[in-house]
């Protein structure tokens, strides 16, 4: 099969450019995307990814596959090679550090911002905050999130306003700590989402919920989200 | 928090909900001039004119003229906080959206109240 990669090495190149690659899978076998990625860097030890727990948890290796952004190390062959060719490129949106190897630092500045740990301010129990089963079960859809960025680099709300809008993954973050019974600080995690940005630029287009390789539904979130900024104003 | 001292309303959530509601304005106004226009096929000038010289319809089409100047302020203000990052050129083109919005809101009142 034919592979076309994405190559970009700022200390040698001047611009990126695309890397044909004729491959032959060992036994024609339905593999991974990231296999795929370990038998071009054999060939060529210069290509750069991300990998580490290979099965789908740690989030590191998201990149865009034939068009549409998931986890290499998680995706088989079969889901997206068309008419035997494979186009790898790196996450949409975000800065290129080399190869398919993207700076996620604009992606983190969003989730920092959301302050992703629980705030409570009464006095702290003598073993832990209890929640009941269906207070537990508030948070089903939203904890499982990897942050592996599949989602916001999906998104053309995040591409125009990566520094304003908070994007799919943090804003589900956002939602999980607002839906969590053991959080006091509703009111001011909702008082900082108010603007038109933070929240408000998300149009409802769904790229998120098609690319989560978690299969988590970050637009429910938001809308849940919207509703809690109505009830609180109104 | 971000802020924007261009927008509707400057809250997020305000420009979202006058969206809202000004598109079910436009959305009934819509269906009843669908619907006068299927119902009365073979209209001619007067019953034309008379329509609009009744006072509930000037009042329904005000209320949609104006639903329509703040809804498409409020999505042009997003389409130019996408698509233009020089502040300078975004302040013009707003400035020129939002000029152009009043002038259509004063001349379709005057049209309005000239029938």
């Known amino acids: 099969m034919l592979v076309s990669v994405y190559r970009y090495n700022p200390e040698t190149d001047d611009a990126p450019y695309m890397q044909d690659i004729h491959i032959d899978i060992p036994g024609g076998k339905d593999i991974m995307v990231l296999d795929l990625l370990h038998l071009l860097k054999e060939k060529d030890t210069s290509l750069g990814y991300r990998r580490s727990c290979r099965e789908g948890v740690c989030g590191s290796d998201g990149m865009n596959m034939n068009g549409k952004n998931g986890l290499a190390c998680i995706t088989p062959l079969s889901a997206v090679v068309v008419d035997d060719k494979l186009v790898i490129r790196p996450l949409p949106g975000l800065p290129v550090i080399r190869d398919v190897v993207v700076d996620m630092s604009q992606f983190y500045k969003q989730y920092e911002k959301i302050k992703p740990f629980l705030i409570n301010d009464t006095p702290a129990p003598t073993m832990e905050r209890l929640q009941s089963p269906a207070e537990r079960a508030e948070l089903d859809g939203l904890y499982e999130c990897i942050l592996c960025a599949c989602c916001t680099t999906a998104c053309p709300s995040f591409w125009w306003n990566p520094d304003k809008f908070i994007g799919p993954s943090g804003l589900l973050q956002a939602y999980r700590f607002l839906a969590d019974s053991r959080d006091t600080a509703t009111h001011e995690r909702l008082s900082e989402l108010d603007d038109p940005f933070s929240v408000f630029r998300c149009h409802g287009i769904m790229n998120c919920v098609s690319v989560c390789p978690k299969g988590l539904n970050p637009t429910k979130a938001i809308g849940k989200i919207r509703n809690m900024l109505l009830q609180q104003a109104t | ?115």
Request: net charge neutral; with cysteine; aromatic share 16%.
């Open chain 2, 1 to 115: 928090m971000v802020t924007s001292i261009t927008s509707f309303g400057r809250s997020g959530l305000y420009d979202w909900m006058v969206q809202r509601v000004t598109a079910v304005v436009l959305l009934a106004y819509t269906i009843f001039m669908i619907g006068y226009l299927l119902f009365n096929s073979d209209m001619d000038y007067m019953q034309w004119k008379s329509l609009f010289e009744c006072t509930s319809m000037r009042i329904f089409t005000l209320l949609a003229l104006l639903s329509m100047a703040a809804h498409a302020w409020i999505g042009l203000w997003s389409v130019t906080t996408d698509y233009i990052k020089p502040t300078g050129l975004r302040f013009v083109v707003q400035s020129g959206c939002g000029l152009l919005t009043f002038i259509y809101v004063v001349w379709g009142i005057q049209i309005l109240w000239s029938v």
